[in-house]
């Protein structure tokens, strides 16, 4: 990584900061969102099987129902958009997808994609799924904090929310009982600057050994 781009890096995660007052007239094409979200899951997952997917509102009426069920936060409907991370507590079942593909890519033999597989298919199912849950929360906090930085490197702005009625959205969306809601981002253009925080010492959460 080069001195510049090590600077640039630097200014985008000290600049992104959580924006809850949005211009409600600014909009984002599907394949400006799109292009965010090609970004973001490249982001590192366990076992690459990328338990994640996304929602994307934009339309204005749908927001307004999801504010109700999001605690009445203004950002759900005056933002470009709303983003729903959800887990995927049976990611295994994307296997034979991802690893054909890196196999087909150059990135592994076929005999390493069929052993890589097996042992998939042999462990994550066994699994609890309170396990598979906190695997895929984990992986979809990882995706939706590089999400945020593409946004910001995009001279857009987010927030996330964790408070939300889960069991509403679900209902109201339907969501197939694989997926579980994690986190709602809004995304879009500030209306207002953002409500800047400061972090401990560094010292303090800290230790060498």
Do not use: C
Request: proline content about 3%; overall charge negative.
């Amino acid at each position: 990584m080069t001195v510049k781009t090590q600077d640039y890096l630097s200014t985008i995660i000290r600049e992104r900061h959580s924006v809850r007052k949005y211009d409600s007239s600014f909009t984002l094409s599907k394949e400006e969102i799109l292009e965010i979200l090609k970004e973001a899951t490249l982001a590192p997952s366990s076992s690459n099987l990328q338990p994640w997917k996304f929602l994307v509102i934009q339309d204005q009426e749908t927001k307004a129902e999801l504010r109700s069920i999001a605690y009445n936060q203004e950002q759900v409907e005056t933002s470009a958009a709303v983003i729903a991370v959800l887990g995927d507590r049976e990611m295994y079942k994307n296997v034979e997808k991802v690893y054909q593909s890196a196999f087909e890519a150059g990135y592994m033999t076929e005999a390493n994609m069929k052993q890589l597989i097996e042992g998939t298919n042999k462990t994550y199912p066994n699994a609890p799924v309170e396990t598979r849950e906190n695997i895929a929360a984990f992986d979809a906090g990882l995706v939706s904090m590089q999400l945020m930085l593409i946004a910001k490197a995009r001279g857009l702005d987010t927030v996330t929310m964790g408070g939300f009625d889960k069991a509403k959205f679900i209902e109201r969306f339907e969501i197939d009982e694989r997926y579980f809601p994690i986190v709602l981002i809004s995304l879009g253009k500030a209306a207002a600057p953002a409500h800047k925080t400061t972090r401990l010492p560094i010292e303090d959460t800290v230790s060498f050994i």
